[in-house]
């Protein structure tokens, strides 16, 4: 008798497969994040609030929600966590 606790599967967790991994909670936990954009003039624009998984995340959907805005004006992007995600009571 084995004393492993598998889907079925025989993988015996060396390595587990798909079905056996434990899935990590916190990995699909939405962050707050504040994205603004400073130009080579040294403006800043105003900051917009992204939820996302990470910062590359939230850089990505700024840029992609606002590329028409700033055309091809040369900018660095400002990515800032605000909160973390919480885990609520249920």
Do not use: Q
């Not at 994205?35 to 992204?50: F, L, N, P, Q, R």
């Not at 990505?60 to 055309?71: E, I, N, V, W």
């Amino acid at each position: 008798m084995s004393n492993y606790n598998d889907n079925g599967c025989g993988c015996e967790k060396n390595p587990p497969c798909l079905g056996c991994v434990e899935e990590d909670s916190s990995a699909n936990r939405l962050h707050l994040y504040a994205v603004w954009t400073i130009a080579s003039d040294t403006s800043e624009t105003e900051k917009t609030y992204i939820m996302a998984l990470h910062e590359e995340g939230a850089a990505c959907l700024y840029h992609k929600s606002r590329a028409r805005d700033h055309g091809n004006i040369l900018c660095e992007v400002v990515v800032s966590k605000v909160a973390d995600a919480e885990v609520c009571d249920e």
